[in-house]
């Protein structure tokens, strides 16, 4: 597929051209219809709205506020009530509002009106739902209210519709995002076309799945946030996908291949285990499906579909351009010294060497290092509250957060989040003075009753977020209303969020379960060994837990959140764990996935565990950082999309990724493995029996076309002598004859005078990869016609800083 896609890359240019363009003009011209469906069965708070729904139907529009305050005097005052009044009745008269029901209408607005008469609101309800309320419309509303400002008077608005338009452009998070991951990519690769490209195969990933989102939103109920979080995680696999095939290519074109077949390998290497590795992800996202929250049935949907597109462009969109570029893959500095010196040498070295290498000398002092960082950062998750973020967690210079700060000077702070209890059966009255005499209670009224349901509005004496308003809640439903002898259920927007947590942190357990043993089970059958994945799923938890402790500490408890521009501290969002987690462990088995499938190929070459984690390390550290520090800038800079819900995301997954790459897979996980020994890669005979091969390598392949040699034996072979820069022989160094896939084919140690010899199955062009102790390995192609090869190899000293490695 990927030489297909490489000699037709115009063809296949063109196709994802048109398929960007076509859909995104469907769904532009579909319009928008996300839904925000929070199915809570068989909790009080879904019985209340079904009785309220029944009773009292909802009106259809959204209703937002507008807030005023004076400094002096009262909000009755003559010269208040002539500027707000008729900005109020402009306001009414607009195409788009339903209604206005102000303070100064009579009795029934005398409610609206604070006690010491310095604050009061007005309600604008609007015809449409606030995602359908045109922006211009609200903006008349915003500027038309604070056009009756004066000195002494402030007017602040808030509501979600209202909320829409104080967000910073759709896409700038993106775009700061993308800007971003440019300057780490052009600084890794040094090549301007380099750095394009994974840049180009995120963005088609990304917009397909963000146009397919769309369109599937009129079909099915996807959230709002569901598109952010597409392109959140769309843009961080996207470029690490294209990243991790681009620098395998860059490896190959360096070390003498042709373009085309460099391509290919690279493809057929790093793109199997792209494949792999987007396939672990859309699995952690499917696990978000075992927690029964239709809520997020819609977020499996929008990420898992731009995951499969990202992974679908860097293995068919790539090569394409790959097959563009040719040579100019590479920098100008580069392709000269290729030209001047020819291939590279099949050896690693400089900061990721000589980090492997320390990590092999003291193991133990790095693994205890590594845990005693990620036990200190993981510390705060001991408090973990989970709830649900409002406006008063906007940033303090939003006119939404100030108008719910003006709403609870005046009102109270239980005033932006009242509970409804709403009576199917028994005396309300009753139920009432009961309500009035529990602590924790501002204001109680009773709603006039409808078809024998009667709705209890109650005030707290406490915000919506804290926990003493949780604690009321409890207290409502399991003493009040039964001491009462009523058949009554608490709703309302503050036991909504009450009862989300409670479902989702009930069902956190499975879902981690079910996550971690698919991710077990992946890994085992992959690498064939028992601790490998048992090491993973260890990793993943610390990882998880660190993350979340760093989030605790910066939304929960507000440490640097006033710096950050972050709003005011409180709970985390309920729905956060399970779209972190699942997030968390896709992202973090891609790095294991990179990191072991080359200790493994090593491990299988010379069955030396520290060689192999040595290599292995020294070679995937560097393109893993890269990839990391890019998801890190791409999730940062979510925090400036407006939304709190995906800033959160944002903030908590750069920091599980920047722990899980800089502090797990470059240090614990590798002090880890050499401090297990040869039992990383031990699995019983029995279950090697049992479990299907699923290998993230490529199979066998022949370079050339297979010829049928006229005898059993071999087509022909390769041999030679092994021998260091003076001229003597090496003795018990390994060579191996790989295909150009890298799947071995033959493998022999040399003798005591050097010599080797290796069977050829057909004619073609093979990797000749030869390793001993000490020494830098030599990897060449060679060429093998139907007579057999001789080819002496040369190995040279290593260096202290240096690592052995072949690719």
């Known amino acids: 597929m990927a030489r297909w896609c490489y000699r037709h890359r115009l063809v296949v240019l063109l196709l994802w051209v048109g398929a960007l363009f076509g859909l995104g003009f469907t769904a532009s011209t579909a319009g928008t219809d996300y839904a925000n469906v929070f199915s809570l069965p068989n909790t009080d708070s879904k019985k209340a709205y079904d009785l309220m729904e029944k009773a009292f139907p909802a009106r259809a529009g959204d209703t937002d506020t507008v807030v005023w305050k004076v400094d002096e005097g009262s909000v009755r005052d003559e010269d208040v009530r002539s500027r707000i009044q008729p900005a109020l009745d402009e306001i009414a008269g607009m195409k788009g509002v339903g209604s206005v029901a102000g303070p100064y209408a009579g009795p029934e607005g005398a409610a609206q009106i604070s006690r010491d008469g310095r604050i009061a609101y007005a309600q ?9 309320v045109p922006k211009e419309l609200v903006e008349d509303v915003v500027d038309t209210a604070q056009g009756a400002q004066r000195d002494g008077l402030r007017v602040e608005l808030g509501g979600q519709a209202i909320q829409r338009v104080q967000e910073p452009p759709t896409g700038l998070a993106e775009m700061v995002g993308l800007a971003a991951a440019a300057i780490v990519l052009f600084l890794a690769f040094g090549s301007l076309f380099a750095m394009l490209l994974p840049i180009a195969v995120a963005i088609f990933g990304v917009g397909m799945g963000l146009f397919g989102t769309q369109l599937l939103g009129h079909v099915t109920d996807i959230p709002d946030l569901a598109p952010l979080l597409a392109s959140l995680i769309g843009l961080g696999v996207g470029i690490d996908y294209a990243l991790f095939i681009v620098t395998r290519h860059r490896k190959g074109v360096l070390r003498g291949m042709d373009p085309e077949e460099s391509a290919v390998t690279a493809l057929n290497t790093s793109g199997r285990a792209v494949l792999f590795a987007g396939g672990t992800v859309c699995i952690a996202l499917a696990g978000m499906l075992v927690t029964n929250l239709r809520f997020l049935d819609g977020v499996v949907i929008g990420t898992s579909l731009t995951v499969v597109l990202s992974v679908l462009a860097a293995t068919t969109l790539l090569p394409a351009l790959l097959g563009f570029l040719g040579p100019r893959v590479l920098s100008r500095r580069q392709r000269r010294r290729l030209a001047q010196r020819g291939a590279e040498e099949e050896t690693a070295s400089g900061l990721a060497a000589r980090w492997s290498t320390g990590v092999q000398r003291r193991p133990r002092t790095v693994a205890a290092l590594a845990l005693a960082v990620m036990a200190v950062l993981a510390l705060p998750v001991l408090s973990l509250r989970l709830g649900a973020t409002d406006q008063g967690n906007d940033d303090t210079t939003t006119t ?112 981690v379960a079910t996550i971690i043993g698919l991710g077990f089970l992946l890994l085992l059958v992959a690498f064939r060994s028992l601790v490998v994945p048992l090491t993973a799923a260890v990793m993943n938890l610390i990882a998880a837990a660190a993350s979340f402790g760093v989030l605790v500490a910066i939304f929960q408890w507000g440490w640097g959140l006033e710096l950050l521009g972050l709003g005011k501290e409180g709970p985390i969002n309920a729905f956060l764990p399970v779209i972190m987690l699942s997030l968390l462990f896709g992202l973090s088995m891609d790095y294991q996935v990179f990191l072991v499938s080359r200790m493994h190929e090593e491990w299988v070459h010379t069955k030396d565990n520290a060689r192999a984690v040595r290599v292995g390390l020294a070679e995937t550290s560097r393109v893993i950082n890269s990839a990391a520090l890019i998801m890190v800038c791409v999730f940062l800079a979510f925090v400036l999309s407006g939304d709190s819900g995906a800033a959160m995301a944002g903030v908590g997954l750069a920091a599980a990724v920047a722990l899980d790459a800089f502090v797990l897979r470059t240090a614990l996980v590798p002090a880890a493995m050499h401090l297990l020994g040869t039992s990383n890669w031990w699995l019983p005979r029995w279950l090697e029996k049992r479990l299907p091969h699923l290998a993230v390598e490529p199979r066998e392949e022949a370079a050339a076309p297979v010829r049928t040699p006229a005898s059993d034996g071999p087509a022909s072979a390769v041999h030679g002598f092994v021998r260091d820069a003076a001229g003597d022989p090496v003795e018990g160094a390994a060579v191996t004859l790989m295909s150009k896939g890298g799947r071995q084919l033959d493998r022999v140690v040399s003798l005591a005078d050097g010599s080797y010899i290796l069977s050829v199955p057909a004619p073609g062009t093979y990797l000749l990869a030869t390793t001993a102790r000490s020494y830098a390995s030599a990897a060449r192609q060679v060429m093998v016609a139907d007579e057999a090869l001789v080819h002496d190899v040369e190995l040279t000293e290593l260096s202290g800083d240096e690592v052995d490695a072949v690719n």
């Open 124 to 132: 604008v309800t609007f015809t449409d739902q606030a995602n359908a």
């Open 400 to 511: 939404t957060r100030q108008a719910y700060d003006l709403l609870a000077e005046g009102f109270g702070p239980g005033f932006n989040g009242p509970l409804q209890v709403v009576v199917a059966n028994g005396d309300a009255a009753t139920l009432v003075k009961g309500i009035e005499d529990t602590p924790g209670v501002a204001r109680v009224a009773a709603m006039p009753p409808a078809q024998g349901v009667t709705v209890v509005q109650v005030i707290p004496t406490t915000s919506p977020q804290s926990a003493e308003t949780d604690t009321l809640i409890d207290r409502l439903r399991e003493d009040v209303i039964p001491q009462a002898g009523t058949e009554a259920h608490v709703g309302g927007v503050t036991a909504v969020s009450k009862d989300f947590a409670t479902v989702t942190g009930d069902r956190l357990p499975l879902f």
